[in-house]
């Protein structure tokens, strides 16, 4: 019997996922949705990137956090319209879900985005399992967190078109082999993106600029 709930949870997941990706298409937006452990710097990440392609690019942010309002205050200072949502009102999820999405979607003048991105809650693995009607998911990876975490947390790697090895301005005071958890990543994923950036310097971050540019542009 709870098999059964879990999998009615999930159905209807998927329905409004299924709803919201209608609604973006329509309105010409394209959905990305950003997650990552905590504390990976996923949110410096997005500062750096909003700085580089608004106003070119019409952006904004769906936030979440189980609790605070402190991400949300720092992308707001990017000019991007932000909507923060915190879970602990709803039981303190560790992920948003497509009907969190839809609600929060309604804070937006959709007719006047080009990008949606969502911050996902930190957590490297309830998001993963969670359509939310977005293009594409990417993840935020630190250096600091080792090698071995794509094969420790697979769904998370394998749902991803990119992934994003933050803080690479602290390798030459760390006992890290990048190129291991390159291969780990492509283990799990062959087809994936895989961008060494550092949040902090800006270093990498063209690369990974002109990949979502190129998202962007081509949604239908």
Same mark, same amino acid.
Request: charged share 25%; glycine share 6%.
């Given at each position: 019997?709870?098999?059964?709930?879990?999998?009615?949870?999930?159905?209807?997941?998927?329905?409004?996922?299924?709803?919201?990706?209608?609604?973006?298409?329509?309105?010409?937006?394209?959905?990305?949705?950003?997650?990552?452990?905590?504390?990976?710097?996923?949110?410096?990440? $997005? +500062?750096?990137?909003?700085?580089?392609?608004?106003?070119?690019?019409?952006?904004?942010?769906?936030?979440?956090? =189980?609790?605070?309002?402190?991400?949300?205050?720092?992308?707001?200072?990017?000019?991007?319209?932000?909507?923060? @949502?915190?879970?602990?009102?709803?039981?303190?999820?560790?992920?948003?879900?497509?009907?969190? =999405?839809?609600?929060?979607?309604?804070?937006?003048?959709?007719?006047?985005?080009?990008?949606?991105?969502?911050?996902? @809650?930190?957590?490297?693995?309830?998001?993963?399992?969670?359509?939310?009607?977005?293009?594409?998911?990417?993840?935020?990876?630190? @250096?600091? /967190?080792?090698?071995?975490?794509? @094969?420790? &947390?697979?769904?998370?790697?394998?749902?991803? /078109?990119?992934?994003? $090895?933050?803080?690479?301005?602290?390798?030459?005071?760390?006992? &890290?082999?990048?190129?291991?958890?390159?291969?780990? =990543?492509?283990?799990?994923?062959?087809?994936?993106?895989?961008?060494?950036?550092?949040?902090?310097?800006?270093?990498?971050?063209?690369?990974?600029?002109?990949?979502?540019?190129?998202?962007? +542009?081509?949604?239908?």
């Amino acid at each position: 019997m709870e098999i059964k709930v879990v999998r009615k949870v999930l159905d209807v997941n998927e329905t409004i996922a299924k709803q919201n990706r209608k609604m973006f298409a329509e309105k010409k937006i394209f959905v990305l949705n950003m997650m990552s452990s905590p504390g990976a710097g996923k949110t410096t990440v $997005l +500062e750096k990137t909003l700085a580089h392609i608004m106003p070119e690019i019409r952006s904004a942010v769906i936030v979440g956090d =189980i609790c605070t309002t402190n991400d949300a205050d720092r992308l707001a200072k990017t000019g991007a319209p932000v909507v923060q @949502v915190n879970t602990d009102e709803f039981g303190g999820d560790c992920h948003l879900a497509a009907h969190v =999405i839809a609600k929060a979607a309604e804070g937006f003048d959709l007719d006047a985005l080009d990008l949606l991105i969502v911050e996902n @809650v930190g957590n490297l693995v309830c998001p993963a399992e969670f359509d939310i009607g977005e293009d594409a998911r990417a993840v935020v990876l630190s @250096v600091t /967190e080792g090698e071995d975490k794509p @094969v420790k &947390y697979p769904l998370m790697f394998r749902v991803c /078109e990119a992934a994003l $090895l933050n803080k690479t301005d602290l390798l030459p005071h760390l006992d &890290y082999d990048i190129k291991t958890t390159i291969e780990n =990543i492509c283990q799990v994923n062959s087809d994936i993106s895989v961008f060494e950036v550092s949040a902090k310097t800006e270093d990498g971050f063209g690369p990974w600029l002109d990949w979502l540019r190129r998202r962007v +542009e081509q949604k239908p």
